[in-house]
Structure formats: C-alpha cells, structure tokens
C-alpha cells in the first residue's frame, strides 16, 4: 500500500485525507441514523398515555426532549398542550424543522466530498501528464520519469474514483433515510395533534 501512495505522488494525500473525512462521516452517520434511536416505536403510545393521565409535568417534558428527536417534536407539542390547535403545530413544526437540521448535520460535507473526490483524482492525473511531457528533453525520453508521471496519473484517477463512488452512495442513502424519518416524525405529530383536539371537542 504504501508503495503505491508513493508511486502516486504527492497529489494521493488530498485523496487520502478526502477518505478518512468520508469514512468517519459514514460511520458516525451509520450510528447515529438508527430507526430505534430516533423513532423510538412506543414512544408516541406512551406520551399519550402521559397525556391521558394529566402528568405533563416539566420534568416528563424535559425526559422527553432528551429521548429523542421524536421525543423534542412530541415534546414541543405536550408543552403546548393547552394551547389552540395552530400554536401547538406551529410549536411541533418549529421542532420538526430543528430536529431534521439535526439529522442533516455532515451530509453536505459527505456530498461535498463524493462530488469532490474526482476532480481531486482529475487533478492528479494532470500533475501526472504535466510529469509525462516533463520526461520529454532534447536527449530523448527518461523513461523512469515517464513510468513515474503514468503512475500518477492512473492511480489518482483510480483511487478519485475509489473514494467517491462509496461516498456519494452513502450520500444518497443518508438523504433517503432522513427525509423518511422526516416524513414519519411528522405524521407521527399529527396523530398526536389530532388526539389532543379530539378528545379537547
């Protein structure tokens, strides 16, 4: 491995660095866009039942925001349980949209290096044909220099490639796990509103 960073030259580090930044985002993301973690599948049953039995007190509220990102939107809603039925959704929407930014948190960054990752290989392989025309004198061709530059300039292609491609499929599926959680978090809400009202008439 190492012979091959080194026959790739300098320009391979920014790629390397680009993968390590990739892969720590991936796993991190991986731990943290868990179903159960944040779309705990009785939480909405119970924080009926809480309301059914007249305990919204400040510290089941605040137990709650800290459950989940489910638990921060219901939350906003059992604080406001009180209140008309458009306060109550437009308290529950303002804590859906900062619970979905908080989902969202590194996927630009994860885009930004798929997207980024073979141009950063594209600029390797220029380096290595700038090296390539560099082996061309008037003596004729330094073959070690040629086989140096070609080395340069496949391999930043190859490993471009290599780091985007994993990448940008994370990307997407991040993206695509989100705006479900997103989507179920608020019917979720509904359903809670719905209650509230319903049984309020």
Same mark, same amino acid.
């Given at each position: 491995? *190492?012979?091959?960073?080194q026959a790739?030259?300098?320009? =391979?580090?920014l790629?390397?660095?680009? !993968?390590? =930044?990739? +892969?720590?985002l =991936?796993i991190e993301? *991986? *731990?943290?866009l &868990?179903?159960?973690r944040?779309l705990?599948? !009785?939480? +909405?049953?119970? #924080?009926i &039942? #809480?309301?059914?039995?007249g305990? $919204?007190?400040?510290?089941v509220?605040?137990? *709650?925001?800290?459950?989940?990102?489910?638990g &921060?939107v /219901?939350?906003?809603?059992l604080?406001?349980v009180?209140?008309p039925?458009?306060v109550?959704?437009e308290?529950i929407?303002?804590?859906g949209g900062?619970?979905a930014?908080e /989902?969202e &948190?590194?996927l630009? $960054? /994860?885009? @930004?290096?798929a997207t980024l990752?073979?141009l950063?290989g594209?600029?390797g $392989?220029?380096v290595?044909?700038?090296?390539?025309?560099?082996a %061309?004198?008037?003596?004729? @061709?330094?073959p070690a220099q040629l086989?140096?530059?070609i080395? #340069?300039? +496949?391999?930043n $292609?190859g490993?471009?490639l290599a780091v985007?491609?994993?990448?940008?499929v994370?990307?997407r599926h991040f993206?695509?796990?989100?705006d !479900?959680f997103v989507v179920?978090?608020? %019917? %979720?809400?509904?359903?809670?509103?719905? @209650? #509230?009202h319903?049984?309020?008439k």
């Amino acid at each position: 491995m *190492l012979a091959i960073i080194q026959a790739a030259g300098w320009p =391979i580090y920014l790629l390397l660095i680009a !993968s390590v =930044i990739a +892969l720590a985002l =991936i796993i991190e993301r *991986l *731990l943290y866009l &868990r179903r159960s973690r944040i779309l705990p599948p !009785s939480l +909405l049953d119970e #924080v009926i &039942r #809480v309301y059914h039995n007249g305990k $919204t007190t400040p510290e089941v509220i605040a137990n *709650l925001e800290a459950n989940s990102p489910l638990g &921060r939107v /219901l939350a906003a809603g059992l604080r406001n349980v009180n209140a008309p039925r458009d306060v109550m959704k437009e308290s529950i929407e303002e804590a859906g949209g900062a619970a979905a930014h908080e /989902l969202e &948190r590194f996927l630009t $960054t /994860l885009g @930004t290096v798929a997207t980024l990752a073979p141009l950063m290989g594209l600029f390797g $392989t220029v380096v290595g044909m700038i090296e390539i025309f560099g082996a %061309q004198n008037a003596a004729g @061709t330094n073959p070690a220099q040629l086989a140096h530059g070609i080395s #340069v300039a +496949l391999y930043n $292609t190859g490993f471009g490639l290599a780091v985007a491609m994993p990448a940008l499929v994370f990307y997407r599926h991040f993206r695509a796990l989100v705006d !479900s959680f997103v989507v179920e978090m608020e %019917q %979720q809400a509904v359903k809670f509103v719905d @209650t #509230v009202h319903g049984n309020r008439k």
